[in-house]
């Protein structure tokens, strides 16, 4: 006899599957028979949770987000030094989206290739790249605040060359046009451009 799991546990552990299956099929490649399929539930009991296959696109986008949030954040308390803190969130990063640990690169390149065609899925990756971008500039913002980072830094500034940066390392290794070496260097010379003295 199986026992049937809570509706928030079923929910999560449908998340959970369409987050891998949108990452290794892209969002118009996978299907919500094969997301239902892998999660172990029908179809209906699907569309129970998420009301249609972009919504659950979107959620998973949302949770990977959250599990990236989390990740920097004990990445950080985790760093004594603020001056290192953006590069320990750079380096968590790397070794998450290098080992598969999390999908938000692949969910979130999937999505700005989809935002040309869908309203709601540009309108959500517009939101997400602003929400890592303050993230990011919080960051630094606090290791201003304690002496880790140049006062005369323009943080909005920086925080958008932080997306920047993540983004074309996703993109990069992705492509292979970026290698582990070519990374190092370009954090490597953020933080020595950072850095207060």
């Known amino acids: 006899m199986t026992t049937r799991l809570p509706a928030s546990e079923r929910r999560a552990a449908v998340l959970d599957t369409a987050c891998r299956v949108f990452a290794r099929c892209s969002y118009r490649g996978a299907t919500t028979a094969e997301i239902a399929r892998e999660a172990g539930v029908s179809e209906p009991i699907l569309y ?5 296959k972009r919504d659950l696109y979107l ?6 987000w959250r599990q990236v949030r989390t990740t920097w954040d004990d990445a ?8 290192e803190w953006v590069s320990a969130m750079a380096r968590c990063f790397r070794e998450m989206d290098r080992d598969r640990r999390v999908v938000l690169s692949t969910l979130s390149v999937q999505a700005l290739s989809e935002a040309s065609e869908d309203p709601e ?22 290791a201003q605040a304690a002496s ?6 323009d943080l909005e500034a920086e925080g958008w060359i932080f997306v920047a940066l993540g983004l074309l390392g996703s ?3 992705r492509l292979g046009a970026l290698s582990e070496e070519d990374f190092d260097r370009i954090r490597d010379a953020r933080r020595r451009s950072l850095r207060a003295t």
């Open 48 to 52: 129970r949770h998420f009301v249609s």
């Open 59 to 64: 959620a998973c986008l949302a949770d990977a």
């Open 76 to 83: 950080i308390a985790a760093e004594p030094d603020p001056a």
């Open 121 to 142: 899925i540009r309108a959500y990756a517009r939101r997400h790249l602003r929400d890592v971008h303050d993230y990011a500039t919080a960051v630094m913002a606090r």
């Open 148 to 153: 880790g980072i140049r006062a005369d830094c």
């Open 171 to 173: 993109i990069g290794r």
